[in-house]
């Protein structure tokens, strides 16, 4: 099925409706023809310039002609209070001009697609009119007043009651449409506020990725599946609206003028990003056409000490010279988000699985380090398992030994959720390792091999832990293993339980994966990994962290080690001689100490629901 789109614009909103179409041509899984009503002659003609597909344009001129009910109209409003006024009378429009138009949706000019839009015309079903809800939460239910429902996105479907609808509704606008409240009317969007119950077949959509603003965004979570793909707790992100975010300049974006509209990183990063990331190239296309292109932007009036502004790092002296310069959280990429008191604190992030731990605001940035030679097999589900916890506050790095099995091709599929990677050989795996941890910014610490996998809900637990105990420095989890195929297939039916003086007699267990500690550790024991010891280099940091800190167990699955014929540890007599070594050597040392450290192993951290019993 073809889908047929229309929206209006001038030169001031002419970016972002490159923006739109750009996300539409992007993410549309249909074939689809966009009417783009110009409402003034530098937009139209641009536009034509760029030929981008799927774009009709349409002269408003032409919408105007022969309809005197319009042109009454709209000599009796102001600019934008016509331009409210337009959009019954467009969609009729072209109705009548197009009878091959079954269903036509209205767009304003300021939505992003994040994704496909057909689950929006997959829940309309057989409806002849959608429209969406502001979904306004408790603290903003007051602008409800202006509207219970949004025109950002509305469809009308060819039949009695979607005409019944649009029919009356450009009715009411020609009469009345104004930017006030008065008598039950506001604009052209209280008109819907009765039409569930005014109208047949009238749906109003459910899905909360479609509709996502800045006046509703502060209740959900946002993050990125391991794909990318932007995500609103358990749904997909398909547009959002934005409503109030200006581009003031090419380097500096207000992201929500309205302050009283609160921001939090979540959704800078996964939704606000990529969109000025799109009005940064929309410029560039424009720009190569007319290169003193400007409209929209130079809104000097909008800065103000109380907005969160997001603006290129090269910048930060500008806008400290304004006054505008406040604490700075890095966004990757050159672009730096001056935090105001707009900024909420960061919300627990979404877990589709695993327990329902809480994670602590702030969360502590936790650094995952992943070496990787070779092993395309399995490092898309090692990285997978890293991206799903969807945690805010996570810096991963991934060093390749120069793979030449499309394991680089893997790589920079995820390379913009990356703080950093690099491919060129190396010492080997250890060297990477260390390369990784010395590079790290996180309170928090470990790495996991391309073949390995995190367990679901792994970094909410450990972020908990790390932060209600100050005395914890490092911890592991209960020993399990996955099958070649990912499938669980082993847990070790006790949790061990170490101290220094144990460990160097039994060498009892502890399993890499899922070893996690702080960064003040990994530097008081020497920041460094024994390279000379290519199987037991992790047996030899244990040793060196137990000189000065207690390990905690954990009695859950944190992380697993992947069996399969490659791997390292099926040495086992390799491995066994260089253990021994290190044991023989830290022995020594824990003799010849006038005040060891010994103290015994603590008791094991539990996990009952979503509590932890320490």
Not at 421 to 436: F, H, L, Q
Request: proline share 7%; charged share 25%; hydrophobic share 40%.
């Amino acid at each position: 099925m073809h889908r047929y789109y229309c929206s209006y614009f001038d030169r001031n909103y002419l970016l972002k409706a490159i923006a739109l179409i750009n996300s539409l041509n992007r993410h549309c899984s249909r074939p689809f023809t966009l009417y783009a009503i110009c409402l003034d002659e530098i937009s139209r003609v641009i536009l034509n310039r760029l030929a981008l597909p799927n774009v009709v344009t349409v002269p408003l001129h032409g919408v105007e002609e022969n309809d005197a009910a319009l042109l009454e109209a709209k000599g009796n409003r102001s600019t934008v209070e016509y331009y409210w006024t337009l959009t019954p009378s467009v969609m009729l429009w072209l109705l009548d001009r197009h009878p091959e138009i079954d269903l036509i949706t209205y767009l304003d000019a300021d939505l992003y697609f994040y994704g496909d839009s057909e689950p929006i015309f997959r829940e309309m079903g057989e409806a002849s009119t959608l429209i969406h809800g502001h979904r306004f939460p408790e603290g903003l239910k007051h602008l409800e007043s202006f509207g219970k429902y949004n025109v950002g996105l509305l469809s009308f479907r060819r039949d009695a009651d979607g005409l019944e609808v649009l029919r009356w509704w450009r009715e009411r606008c020609n009469e009345w449409c104004y930017c006030r409240i008065d008598n039950g009317r506001y604009g052209d969007q209280l008109y819907l506020d009765d039409w569930p119950a005014r109208f047949n077949k009238v749906h109003v959509l459910e899905h909360i990725g479609a509709g996502v603003a800045p006046w509703n965004h502060i209740q959900y979570r946002f993050w990125n599946a391991p794909s990318g793909e932007a995500r609103v707790d358990d749904r997909e992100v398909i547009f959002y609206h934005f409503h109030s975010l200006d581009l003031v300049r090419p380097w500096l974006v207000v992201p929500a003028k309205f302050t009283l509209y609160p921001l939090r990183e979540d959704v800078i990063r996964c939704c606000i990003m990529p969109y000025v990331e799109e009005l940064c190239r929309s410029m560039e296309m424009v720009r190569g056409i007319l290169p003193e292109f400007s409209f929209g932007m130079l809104n000097d009036q909008l800065l103000n000490a109380e907005q969160t502004l997001i603006a290129r790092r090269e910048q930060a002296g500008e806008l400290e010279r304004l006054g505008l310069a406040h604490p700075k959280l890095d966004l990757g990429d050159g672009w730096e988000c001056h935090c105001s008191p707009q900024m909420s604190p960061p919300a627990p992030p979404y877990r589709p699985q695993g327990p329902a731990i809480l994670v602590p605001a702030p969360p502590p940035r936790i650094t995952v380090v992943t070496p990787s030679y070779n092993y395309a097999r399995y490092l898309e589900a090692c990285l997978d398992s890293v991206l799903s916890q969807g945690y805010p506050n996570l810096e991963l790095l991934v060093l390749d030994g120069g793979s030449d099995d499309g394991s680089v091709e893997i790589i920079k599929k995820y390379e913009k959720h990356l703080a950093f990677w690099r491919s060129r050989p190396d010492e080997g795996n250890y060297a990477a390792i260390e390369e990784g941890l010395n590079r790290a910014s996180g309170e928090i610490m470990t790495w996991l091999n391309a073949d390995d996998m995190f367990h679901p809900g792994a970094f909410g637990l450990v972020s908990r832990i790390f932060a209600e105990s100050g005395e914890v420095e490092w911890l592991t989890g209960r020993p399990n293993s996955f099958d070649e195929e990912g499938r669980q297939k082993h847990l070790l039916s006790f949790l061990p339980m170490n101290s220094r003086a144990k460990y160097l007699e039994d060498r009892e267990l502890i399993q890499q994966e899922g070893t996690f500690w702080r960064r003040a550790l990994w530097l008081r024991s020497g920041a460094y990994i024994e390279k000379n010891l290519p199987l037991a280099a992790d047996l030899e940091l244990w040793a060196r962290f137990f000189r000065s800190a207690r390990l905690y167990s954990v009695d859950t699955m944190i992380a697993g080690f992947r069996d399969h014929p490659l791997q390292k540890s099926k040495d086992k007599a390799g491995y066994t001689a260089e253990a021994n070594r290190v044991l023989a050597r830290e022995r020594g040392l824990f003799a010849a100490e006038q005040n060891p450290f010994t103290p015994p192993a603590p008791l094991p951290i539990l996990i009952e629901g979503d509590r932890v019993v320490m």
